[in-house]
């Protein structure tokens, strides 16, 4: 696999195939929420099905890809060293995340677009997805800055324990049992929002994607031989569309067993993406999709703002009698247009500046030894 020099403070270490696949879960978790009108056109109607029917699983696969590229920080410095200096990942976490997170918390106090008590002190402590809040895309944020502590608590265990890679997978592979298993009781029991948001039900999914790395950095063999079952890939692939096509309509099954299904499945399409792109990496849509999933955070964190415009130009194309199909095509676009760029402009204005400011006060330790070909990359939303 090879890295590609993208833009921004980390361009020579990006992976192009790991941006690919942040485009393809934030554009799926866009043309979710984007609003669209109804369309007798068959070609908008087969556009349309997979983002609106399931679009919002572009969060599971942001946490397995999470899961996988955090866990890689933390993973290649346990292979490398046996310990883990949790501080320093912490600290970088805290300035990779926290400055566009806040930015966008003061920009909703002044602009007064939600009652403060709606929002306020849920997001300022990160328990949005404990308590809601009217920045309703936040709530998956939370899961994630609780995993990026429980994640190095588990590794400074592990380091102190002296334990070996199979033990630390099983561990990880135990608490994903338990998590699916306490997650089945709460569906069982009524408590399908608390299934769906809240980090206890949720925190397999980015524990599959750290057990992938787990065994991409400590069992590299193992990865091998399992990169090299192509077609074994492509049926678990399949399998996950199959899934998402077929039982995400059913709630109570998708939020017990469904999440679990979907983060191996995820796994295996990263897997997939890293080793399969091939000449695909070249094309101007594969690259297109990886320049989308370079932004992914920014745009994720502002790409409800697009919803007001294209409210407005729906209604404003119905009254002046344009064809459904044509106003469906001319929203959606905009919204896109309108996200994508807030995104772009917030990383390039906030991210970035504070990124290099991190990596000036606290580089990353670099080990001679490191694989050049590993995928490791800024996490997420990750």
């Not at 320093?88 to 400055?99: A, K, N, Q, T």
Request: net charge positive; proline share 3%; charged share 15%.
């Amino acid at each position: 696999m090879k890295l590609f020099g993208g833009t921004g403070p980390a361009k020579a270490r990006r992976a192009i195939e790991l941006d690919f696949v942040r485009g393809i879960a934030i554009i799926a978790v866009m043309g979710f929420h984007f609003r669209t009108v109804h369309t007798s056109n068959v070609l908008l109607q087969i556009i349309e099905y997979p983002l609106k029917s399931f679009g919002r699983e572009g969060v599971n696969l942001f946490f397995t890809l999470s899961g996988f590229l955090v866990g890689g920080l933390l993973l290649r410095q346990y292979a490398e060293t046996g310990h883990v200096d949790a501080r320093r990942f912490i600290v970088r976490r805290m300035f990779r995340i926290w400055p566009a997170y806040y930015v966008l918390i003061i920009f909703h106090m002044l602009a007064g677009r939600h009652p403060w008590n709606t929002f306020l002190f849920q997001n300022l402590t990160h328990l949005q997805n404990y308590f809601g809040t009217s920045i309703t895309q936040t709530w998956s944020l939370a899961v994630e800055e609780h995993f990026y502590l429980v994640l190095p608590a588990l590794l400074l265990l592990f380091s102190r324990l002296r334990l070996g890679a199979w033990t630390i997978i099983g561990v990880l592979s135990g608490i994903c049992a338990v998590t699916l298993i306490a997650r089945c009781f709460a569906v069982a029991d009524g408590d399908l929002q608390g299934a769906f948001a809240y980090t206890q039900y949720r925190i397999d999914s980015l524990l599959i994607g750290v057990i992938l790395s787990a065994i991409y950095w400590m069992k590299p063999g193992i990865y091998h031989q399992i990169a090299k079952r192509k077609w074994l890939l492509v049926g678990c692939v399949g399998l996950l569309c199959a899934w998402l096509a077929l039982a995400t309509k059913h709630i109570a099954l998708d939020e017990s067993i469904g999440y679990t299904i979907q983060a191996l499945g995820f796994a295996a399409l990263i897997v997939f993406v890293l080793e399969y792109s091939g000449s695909l990496r070249t094309t101007w849509i594969y690259r297109g999709v990886a320049w989308v999933g370079l932004y992914s955070y920014g745009i994720y964190l502002w790409h409800s703002l697009a919803l007001a415009p294209g409210e407005m130009l729906i209604r404003k194309a119905t009254a002046l009698g344009f064809a459904p199909s044509i106003i469906w095509i001319v929203a959606l676009s905009a919204q896109f247009v309108i996200a994508i760029g807030i995104g772009y402009v917030t990383t390039r204005a906030i991210e970035y500046p504070f990124m290099l400011m991190r990596n000036a006060l606290f580089p990353e330790k670099r080990s001679s030894s490191v694989r050049e070909e590993v995928p490791v990359a800024g996490g997420q939303l990750s």
